[in-house]
């Protein structure tokens, strides 16, 4: 895999107000809720314009879920530019263990969760995002595997994929929950 060109000044400071906004957003959001915070509340607290904010994410909802196209980036690159040799699925644990394990241990998912599963339009949003990751992790494995766009079998696994995560959510040992899924695709059941 080549190595990637440096990232420059404008992209760094581009990328840093992008953070400031979110960070802003979500503490503003866990303090307060998410209908009682303003799109003016978050860029006044991140030292922002609106139209600055509106510049990075394309509405309130976006703001929650920050890192929305880069997870999915990522899915679709732990597929396309896993080592030669490395299956799909063992390539889609590796991304599991390395992406998904840490943040099983964040304190603020459990508030995040809360936040989301109570506001309807969070929910909404998460489904509609859930379901596109889906979509696109499925075209590419089937890419991968020489199969239909909508071959079933990629489409389930995708799923199913997407759901170690929440399948982490409240175990003492994320790593081991991890290993367990992706044993069972696997291996099948035992």
């Not at 997870?71 to 992406?99: C, F, M, N, T, Y």
């Amino acid at each position: 895999m080549p190595d990637s060109p440096p990232v420059g000044r404008r992209e760094r400071k581009k990328a840093a107000t992008r953070q400031a906004i979110a960070d802003a957003a979500l503490e503003l959001f866990l303090a307060q809720g998410f209908e009682q915070v303003s799109v003016r509340d978050i860029a006044e607290k991140a030292d922002v314009s609106t139209t600055t904010l509106f510049a990075h994410f394309p509405g309130k909802e976006a703001l929650v879920f920050d890192r929305d196209e880069e997870v999915e980036a990522e899915l679709i690159a732990a597929v396309r530019e896993r080592p030669e040799g490395q299956s799909v699925i063992e390539a889609l644990r590796a991304h599991a263990l390395k992406s998904w394990v840490p943040i099983a241990s964040d304190p603020r998912l459990r508030q995040l969760t809360e936040l989301a599963n109570r506001t309807p339009a969070l929910r909404e949003y998460a489904e509609r995002m859930w379901m596109r990751h889906a979509g696109a992790l499925a075209a590419a494995i089937a890419a991968e595997l020489g199969r239909e766009a909508d071959d079933l079998a990629c489409a389930a696994l995708a799923r199913f994929v997407l759901e170690v995560p929440t399948l982490t959510k409240g175990r003492p040992d994320p790593r081991a929950v991890v290993d367990t899924v992706f044993d069972l695709l696997l291996h099948g059941w035992r």
